[in-house]
């Protein structure tokens, strides 16, 4: 800029011809300039973009606990069978920081040994490059600072509500049933409210997961969530993730899944698994099946509460169905026979129990929406619904199987009407 002020100066002092010459001067060193402003300008803009680009991470952490000064706060990664230690630090004065570079956003946690677990809650979150906050607490662990994470972090506090409305709901539940004050029509509706629920943290893991498909958090949610979405709705996210991560295990799962169901789709032949019975022997599905007879199948688990009323109501199906030209069979997808055979114990429940015994094949060949559910086989072995929930349940075999009277109730009444004579 001083060279063109001087040049102008120099040349200012000409007369006549001169004033043109100065104009065209001007003119072509205005152009030089913007010929080079024009080829720096990418340069700039590249310069600009690069500085934007996160290619490193920092995460800074806060633990609130003051007794985790002097502790191992590991930054670790799931392998599908344990989890890894990538790095560790050691908490001082509440504060500890972890530095790296990571090529891939992937899913990490942070955490104390198990041992000292109490220091502080484990968290999940998204290990990407940027500037990432971590606060560990006793109640609840948080990580922000990034995009993915930010989002995720607003997932989980959503998830978290509603997991705890169905955890007041319950603790209600049990308090009006120990003392005496539950009727079906409060269950019916506690049931229901409870199903709400369930359909709202689905429906919000849903709309997460096709929201931030690029993200690992959804390859992560997808994995947890995938027995409980519809094949509608596995179908509109497999084809989304088309073209992403083709390999991901999670994905070849749910494809698997979406092909079972196309074998199982109602008027199909039912699919024959293996299962164990209370005392511990080997039998399968196909010895349940047919005998001129439907078969109500309900698949649940021991550990899971709405599995547990939904069986309880189950029992109640089969003492009104059950005569009627039904059998009701009880498939567990629990891994912990111990607890399946407690929990029948204190539910006392009836009909034919078993174990599912690989509980993955069985959800996999059923292509179970959610547990618990329930299916409907016909006396010639065909599928004639499934996924069904416990009130879908009892209008179908209403439907199936209308009111006869008994024979032998038949009998009594007709006995008792002679005595009267």
């Not at 229901?192 to 359909?199: I, K, M, P, S």
């Not at 992403?244 to 899944?257: G, S």
């Not at 599905?285 to 939904?310: N, T």
């Amino acid at each position: 800029m001083c060279g063109f002020g001087l040049e102008i100066s120099i040349i200012g002092d000409v007369k006549g011809e001169g004033t043109k010459i100065f104009r065209i001067f001007v003119r072509e060193k205005q152009k030089r300039m913007n010929r080079v402003y024009y080829l720096m300008l990418p340069l700039l803009l590249c310069a600009g973009c690069g500085g934007g680009v996160e290619t490193s991470y920092v995460i800074n952490g806060h633990v609130s606990n003051a007794d985790a000064d002097g502790n191992i706060v590991y930054l670790s990664h799931s392998n599908g069978d344990e989890l890894v230690n990538l790095d560790s630090a050691i908490v001082d004065g509440g504060l500890f920081s972890f530095r790296g570079e990571q090529e891939v956003p992937i899913m990490a946690y942070l955490r104390f040994n198990r041992s000292l677990d109490s220091l502080a809650v484990p968290v999940l979150f998204v290990l990407e490059n940027g500037t990432i906050e971590a606060k560990m607490d006793t109640v609840l662990s948080t990580v922000t600072g990034t995009r993915q994470n930010v989002d995720f972090e607003t997932y989980k506090a959503r998830s978290h509500r509603l997991d705890s409305l169905r955890s007041v709901l319950h603790d209600r539940y049990l308090d009006l049933a120990d003392k005496g004050r539950m009727t079906a029509a409060l269950e019916q509706k506690m049931y229901g409210q409870d199903c709400r629920l369930d359909n709202e943290e689905v429906d919000l893991a849903y709309r997460f997961i096709r929201k931030n498909r690029n993200s690992p958090a959804s390859l992560w949610l997808l994995e947890s969530m995938q027995s409980r979405f519809s094949e509608a709705e596995l179908d509109k996210i497999l084809s989304e993730f088309r073209g992403r991560d083709k390999n991901a295990p999670i994905l070849t799962d749910i494809a698997q899944r979406l092909r079972n169901a196309d074998k199982i789709e109602p008027g199909n032949p039912y699919a024959d698994v293996a299962l164990v019975d209370m005392w511990g022997r080997n039998t399968s599905l196909s010895g349940y099946v047919g005998y001129a007879r439907y078969v109500v199948i309900g698949f649940w688990q021991a550990g899971s509460d709405p599995s547990c009323r939904a069986m309880v109501r189950l029992g109640q199906l089969y003492r009104e169905f059950g005569y009627r030209g039904a059998t009701f069979l009880s498939v567990s997808l629990d891994n912990d026979a111990e607890l399946w055979r407690e929990t029948l114990q204190r539910l006392r429940l009836p009909a034919h129990q078993c174990m599912a015994a690989d509980p993955d094949e069985v959800e996999s060949c059923y292509a179970l929406a959610s547990v618990p559910a329930f299916v409907v086989i016909n006396p010639d072995g065909t599928i004639n619904s499934r996924n069904l929930t416990i009130e879908q349940l009892g209008g179908k075999l209403q439907e199936l199987l209308p009111y006869r009277v008994r024979r032998d109730t038949v009998s009594r009444v007709a006995v008792k009407a002679d005595s009267l004579k």
